[in-house]
């Protein structure tokens, strides 16, 4: 069994450790991932744009647990701060396998709460203990689903349980509980070794197994310092809420959003702070550095309080607190949810059909995330080879990749009056149905000189029937910035001699 490790050094060396394990079990279930086929694949209404792996919630619990159980003294403590976790990393693998409804998933972690507060998990002693338990339980159920709606953005969730981490451990260090602090050291070793591969690109996510973990581990962590929670009443609440005010802040904003808007706290959507900081031109990487630096801030400020007192520190919270007011009430007048389109369309493939209005707005709004676009166009009566070729090739030139089909009466009057074979809409749905297509839009213009202007994709790709200098909308493509891209095979297949040869 280890001795107990008090130095900073110490410290260093047990995040460390656990860093790397973490790091090697990714790599190891990301490539398992990868051979099994458990990726999450691309989608229009998503950020990501090559499919990433899942699962990555195991390699941070694996990290985690092994951590604690090998680098830690055995304790009724650590075990139960392991034991307890793995029941929510559990019922988060089983969410991400068969998506378990709100409530089931609340009905764990209220049982998670439960179990802490029977495993000595508690906020305070000096409180009644159905006031305390109480807390335990809504604590543990909100930090848990804090984490989990975190999970928005590369590198968001994992780096701010980095940073929330820390700070535990630089509270746990001053108060003297070095059991806490080395857990919170191999806490933050297991996150940091997942976020490599998180961010800024990701190549695996960590899921619900992953974000439950982080969650309830630093709920659990958060509870476990009798020394620190007992200089003031007030302290009782300041300290915990101060290491994880980013959660909590982005938690009830999308909360009273979603209330507000008539819809479910559990629903989805591309709503929350992060969201709207990337629709306000900062970027992903920047929308993300800069709750990063929100987070460390709260994390300092529990730390000033603890070294001060709350009067010193006061004036420090309060200018934080402050800071998010304005914050909050700039977010919440950016708009970051797309018109759906589902409501005029159904699901699935159809889903990427829209008009081109809607069309406008969504390439506006991905301009603002920096994201870039391709266009190609065709009628694409009776699908074939060619077809898929010069969209996959169309859909490397860019981010996404927007589709125009030609509308009936267009190729009617373009090929005759027994053409097309498929109605438009069909023939919509189909190209949509491709993975490497982002978003279909059906025209009736004699040319797509009026959706590129409309639209100004960065890069507007033809087949290999014409050359740079014969494409009709050369012009307008230059014009507005644009270039002009020649994609796909050698015209060796059409739709007319398919035709022909089924007559």
Not at 120 to 130: C, I, M, Q, S, Y
Not at 370 to 399: I, K, Q, S
Not at 452 to 469: F, N, S
């Amino acid at each position: 069994m280890a001795e107990a490790l008090t130095g900073l050094g110490g410290y260093a060396s047990l995040a460390a450790q656990t860093a790397v394990g973490a790091g090697v079990l990714t790599w190891l279930v990301r490539r398992l991932a990868r051979a099994r086929g458990w990726l999450a694949p691309v989608r229009h209404d998503r950020w990501h744009r090559t499919p990433a792996a899942l699962h990555g919630g195991v390699a941070i619990f694996s990290a985690f647990a092994s951590g604690v159980l090998w680098l830690l003294p055995q304790t009724p403590y650590t075990l139960a701060l392991v034991g307890l976790t793995a029941l929510l990393f559990l019922a988060g693998l089983v969410d991400d396998a068969l998506d378990l409804p709100p409530r089931m998933k609340v009905l764990v972690q209220v049982l998670g709460g439960l179990l802490l507060y029977a495993a000595d998990f508690h906020f305070n002693d000096a409180l009644p203990w159905w006031i305390d338990l109480g807390v335990v339980v809504v604590w543990a159920v909100g930090i848990t689903n804090a984490l989990n709606l975190l999970d928005n953005m590369n590198g968001l969730a994992a780096g701010t349980a980095i940073i929330a981490g820390l700070s535990r451990l630089a509270l746990s260090h001053q108060s003297g509980d070095g059991v806490v602090a080395e857990a919170s050291a191999v806490f933050v070793g297991a996150a940091l070794g997942f976020l490599v591969f998180n961010f800024p690109r990701a190549s695996i996510f960590m899921g619900d197994s992953g974000s439950f973990t982080l969650g309830f581990a630093l709920a659990a962590l958060n509870l476990s310092s009798e020394a620190a929670y007992t200089r003031s009443a007030a302290a009782i609440f300041v300290f915990p809420v101060l290491v994880l005010l980013l959660p909590i802040f982005d938690t009830t904003f999308v909360s009273l959003a979603r209330i507000l808007s008539g819809r479910a706290i559990s629903q989805g959507g591309r709503d929350h702070t992060s969201h709207r900081l990337v629709a306000l031109g900062f970027g992903e990487t920047g929308a993300v550095v800069l709750l990063w630096t929100v987070s460390a801030a709260s994390g300092a400020c529990a730390f000033l309080l603890y070294q001060s007192g709350l009067p010193l520190a006061r004036l420090a919270v309060v200018a934080l607190l402050l800071a998010l007011s304005l914050l909050a009430v700039v977010l919440w007048r950016v708009q970051t949810e797309s018109p759906s389109p589902s409501a005029h369309r159904g699901s699935g493939a159809a889903a990427k059909v829209v008009t081109l209005p809607i069309l406008a707005t969504w390439v506006r709004e991905g301009r603002q995330r920096g994201v870039t676009y391709a266009f190609a166009n065709g009628a694409f009566d009776l699908l074939h080879v060619g077809h898929v070729r010069y969209l996959e090739a169309a859909a490397r030139e860019a981010d996404r990749l927007i589709v125009a089909v030609n509308s009936d009466a267009s190729i009617r009057g373009l090929k005759g009056p027994d053409r097309p074979v498929m109605p438009e809409a069909d023939r919509a749905e189909l190209v949509a149905a491709l993975r490497v297509v982002d978003h279909v839009v059906v025209f009736g213009d004699a040319t797509v000189t009026p959706l590129l202007q409309a639209l100004r994709p960065e890069v507007h790709c033809k087949g290999t029937d014409y050359t740079i200098d014969t494409v009709p909308e050369r012009d307008t493509v230059r014009a507005y910035g644009g270039r002009v891209a020649i994609v796909g095979d050698p015209k060796d297949h059409s739709t007319s001699s398919l035709v022909a040869r089924l007559r």
